[in-house]
Structures are given as structure tokens and as C-alpha cells.
């Protein structure tokens, strides 16, 4: 459907969309389920840690962090997919659909640097442990977080007020929910300038992260490597996680950029729907639930936490 360049552009239509009967309200009921089990683990783990002065450590605030960014990325994505899943007609108003756009390409830039800087405070704990605390103060970790989020936001709402300015020809997205580049393919102006930042932004989204990454687990290779076997044991246990998490979510990213660039007719319609939100959904689920079990810490924690309501529980029955 195309928009007459005379009168502004409304709402986009979201062409990914197929009709499934009452099927959509079996889909409504597990992607329902879905987002309440994501907000429930991560609220937990972010309430045990800010309420534990014991965890109130690096490597726990860095996870709080991790933790406050699936909320913010999966609240970008269901309450949207759950509305769409139940409508008749499948659009969504323009400035709802760049809010979103802002919301989850936000959350990947936060997700990676989050892990990055996650990568540095597991090479100062396994290769520099007694300078650990001296590096890595209160004060240092707060702004490491702050920065974190504030470069995420910044470099990409450049990147969205450089969409926002485009004259846009049509209005159907082939997808479930929005993205930035489907909407910049809608352009009939000119896309030179959107083209080149957003070269130069995914190349600051891989680098940044990338590169304290690399340095952090060379480091702790070479540690390792001549190292007891209980330090490699104890590198490996702390190590699996973060890496787990790491390789998890650029899987996703990266068939989800290539799935926006290239029309990939090849694989049926409902793989392409549900891998293009696995960045967000998997994630989203398996950093608190990884962490929450296999963190010793935080995992007694929980224990306590739910055998003290279960007691409370008993005295008031």
C-alpha cells in the first residue's frame, strides 16, 4: 500500500501476519506466558540482588544491569506481539512503531556492552584477583553501567532521528513488529546518509563490545592455560555462563540481521517468525535462569528467600 507524499504517513501495516483462526488465542495464551515467566525471573533476581548487601559486589551489579535490560528488551517486544496477536487488523501508529524500533535496537546495544564489560570484571577476578576491589570501586561500576546505557541510547537515537527525517513512499512491513531497516526501505528520498551511519553504527555495535571481549578471554586463556587445575576449573564455572549468554545472542543478532536484508523465502514463514524474535525471547530467558542456577550466591539466596515465604506461609495458615 502506498501513501501519497502530500499527506503525512500515519501507520504502518505489518504484512508478516497470517491468518490462524483460533489458533491466535493458543498463541496469545503461550507468548502471555512467555513474558510473565521472563518478568518474574528477572524481577527476582534483580530484587534478591538490591536487597543482599552481600551481592552487592561487580559482578552482581553488572548482572543487575544485564537483568534491568531483558525487562526493558522483552517489554519492548510482548506487550506489542500480544496486542497484534489478537487484533483483526494487523498495523501499528508511526510513533508507536519507532518507539519500538528505539526500544529493542536500544536493548541489543545495551545486551552487548553489558556482556563486554561483564568480560573485563571476569578477567580482573581470575587474573588479577587481589587487585579486584581496588579496580573495580563501587563508584567505577556505577559509571561503567551508566555509561553503558547512555552510549546505547545516544548512538542509536542518531540513528532513529535519521529514519524519523526520511519521506516515506509506502507503509507495509513485511514483518510481526518493527525495524529499522524495513522502514529506511520505505524511503523514496534520499538514504545515502542513513546508509552510511548505519555502516559505521553496526560496525560500533560489533567493535566495542568485541574488542574487551577478545582482550579479556586472551588474558584468561593465557592464565589458564598455565595455571593449576583447579584455577582452570574455577575459570571454566565462572567463565561458561557469560560465554553461553555471549554466543546466544549473537546467534540471534546475527540471523536477524541477515533475515531483515535478505528475503529468505527458502525457510517457512513460521521459522522466520520465531527466529526474528530469538534475540529477545531466548535471551531474555536464559540469562536470569543460567545465572540464577548455576551463581551459588544468588542461587542460595532464592533459597532463602522462597523457604522464608514458605514459612511465613505456615505460621499464618
Not at 48 to 68: A, G
Not at 241 to 256: D, I, K, R, T, V
Not at 259 to 286: G, N
Amino acid at each position: 500500500m502506498l501513501n501519497s507524499t502530500s499527506s503525512p504517513l500515519t501507520f504502518f501495516i505489518l504484512g508478516a501476519y497470517m491468518d490462524v483462526g483460533r489458533l491466535r488465542y493458543l498463541y496469545f495464551v503461550i507468548t502471555a506466558v512467555l513474558y510473565i515467566i521472563i518478568v518474574t525471573v528477572n524481577v527476582l533476581l534483580i530484587v534478591v540482588i538490591c536487597v543482599n548487601r552481600s551481592l552487592h559486589e561487580p559482578m552482581y551489579m553488572f548482572l543487575c544491569s544485564l537483568f534491568v535490560n531483558e525487562l526493558y528488551g522483552s517489554s519492548s517486544l510482548f506487550p506489542f506481539l500480544l496486542v497484534q496477536i489478537l487484533s483483526d487488523v494487523h498495523t501499528v501508529s508511526v510513533p508507536l512503531c519507532f518507539l519500538q524500533i528505539f526500544g529493542l535496537y536500544t536493548y541489543v546495544n545495551t545486551e552487548f556492552c553489558n556482556l563486554a564489560i561483564m568480560s573485563y570484571d571476569r578477567y580482573l577476578a581470575i587474573c588479577c584477583p587481589l587487585q579486584y576491589h581496588i579496580i573495580l570501586t563501587h563508584f567505577k561500576v556505577t559509571v561503567f553501567i551508566l555509561m553503558i546505557w547512555l552510549y546505547s541510547f545516544v548512538k542509536f537515537l542518531i540513528t532513529l532521528l535519521l529514519t524519523v527525517r526520511l519521506t516515506l513512499c509506502g507503509n507495509v512491513l513485511n514483518s510481526t513488529f518493527c525495524r529499522n531497516y524495513l522502514v529506511v526501505n520505505l524511503a523514496c528520498s534520499g538514504t545515502s546518509v542513513n546508509n552510511i551511519y548505519g555502516l559505521f553504527g553496526t560496525v560500533l555495535t560489533v567493535l566495542v563490545p568485541l574488542l574487551p571481549i577478545l582482550y579479556s578471554y586472551t588474558k584468561i586463556l593465557r592464565v589458564v592455560s598455565s595455571g593449576s587445575k583447579q584455577t582452570r576449573q574455577k575459570a571454566i564455572n565462572t567463565c561458561m555462563p557469560h560465554l553461553a549468554s555471549l554466543l546466544n545472542f549473537s546467534f540471534g543478532c546475527l540471523f536477524e540481521s541477515l533475515q531483515s536484508r535478505f528475503d529468505m523465502i527458502t525457510a517457512p514463514s513460521e521459522l522466520q517468525i520465531i527466529m526474528s524474535m530469538y534475540f529477545v525471547i531466548l535471551q531474555s530467558l536464559l540469562n536470569p535462569i543460567m545465572y540464577g542456577m548455576k551463581l551459588t550466591k544468588i542461587r542460595n539466596e532464592c533459597k532463602k528467600l522462597f523457604c522464608k515465604n514458605v514459612f511465613v506461609d505456615k505460621l499464618l495458615a
